[in-house]
């Protein structure tokens, strides 16, 4: 079990590293949907087999919106040169980031054990307090639904900005053309 | 002690890819594809926390009981979370695009320095 998370996670490693340094946006959208599918499976042996589902359905749908981001387009390559300055500041901050992962990583508990104080409780209480038989669903839904109704303004939030964004012309357009001229007027105009 | 796996340093160069896509690129998409990665390394860590070693989906059957759950199943907890950060991830990418082609249509590129450049 232990090899296979290890093949999975380098596959996902080697699929970002394409998505992020290929030359072509389409090929490098759909790696980035490699490296999801690849989480996908991570998360359905990691015995969550609901987020493995919305997962695979979330990366459906994202890779939609990104193809009709990119396709459009022309799809040159933008990278001509070498940014090096951010380039080498990238690679800084990410060693430095790395390195204090490392260090953090010392208090938790080894991978296997989890700490679970609270989740044996829900565990233990899933079924004859809320009624729900798979314990995710009774943490969602009823535990914590305050946190899932906070979450959920979240989503409501940005898909209407992004509606609001995408309109294609304002109010005033469709109403009428808005022929007014602004500014400090011309003499023969006075 | 001694907590460090392997598996989470490979998940924290995961998350550094992400960084780096979002430093160093300069096309707009490719930006957005940095955040996406960095989202998925969030919540891969999370259930990779809460996960125990042969452990079962935390859904109750008729083949166990709750006490057996409670013993042998994984952690339930950061899964509700991740489940409600994926769906708001699929937002925020949304949003992200719909910014990202507005500004294609305004400026006629992707690039990050030329639109820049192109103020006004």
Do not use: C
């Not at chain 1, 490098?28 to 490296?35: L, T």
């Not at chain 1, 919106?65 to 933008?78: E, Y």
């Not at chain 1, 989740?119 to 969602?140: K, P």
């Amino acid at each position: 079990m232990n090899a296979l998370f290890h093949v999975l996670m380098l596959f996902m490693l080697i699929g970002a590293a394409v998505a992020i340094e290929t030359k072509n946006m389409l090929s490098s959208v759909i790696a980035a949907g490699a490296v999801g599918f690849g989480v996908s499976l991570m998360f359905l042996f990691l015995g969550a087999p609901d987020i493995a589902i919305t997962q695979v359905i979330v990366e459906v749908l994202s890779l939609i919106i990104l193809i009709r981001a990119t396709t459009f387009a022309d799809n040159r390559a933008i990278e001509r040169k070498m940014d090096s300055f951010s380039t080498v500041t990238g690679l800084i901050f990410i060693g430095f980031l790395v390195m204090a992962a490392v260090w953090a990583f010392q208090d938790l508990t080894p991978f296997g054990e989890p700490l679970m104080r609270v989740s044996r409780r829900y565990l233990s209480g899933t079924a004859v307090e809320t009624g729900a038989v798979n314990a995710v669903s009774g943490i969602i839904l009823d535990y914590r639904a305050y946190d899932t109704l906070g979450e959920a303004i979240v989503l409501f939030t940005s898909i209407l900005s992004a509606f609001v964004i995408l309109r294609r012309r304002g109010k005033k357009d469709i109403e009428a053309e808005d022929t007014e001229e602004f500014g400090i007027l011309e003499q023969e105009q006075l | 002690m001694g907590g460090t796996s392997s598996l989470y340093i490979m998940n924290m160069a995961l998350m550094g890819m992400g960084i780096y896509a979002l430093i160093a690129k300069r096309h707009i998409i490719k930006k957005i594809i940095g955040v996406v990665i960095m989202e998925y390394a969030i919540n891969l860590f999370l259930i990779l926390l809460g996960y125990k070693t042969d452990g079962i989906a935390p859904i109750q059957d008729s083949s166990i009981n709750a006490a057996q759950l409670a013993v042998r199943a994984v952690d339930p907890l950061p899964q509700a979370l991740v489940l409600t950060s994926i769906v708001i991830g699929l937002g925020t990418l949304a949003l992200m695009a719909a910014q990202a082609i507005k500004l294609y249509e305004k400026y006629k590129t992707f690039d990050m320095s030329e639109i820049n450049r192109l103020r006004g």
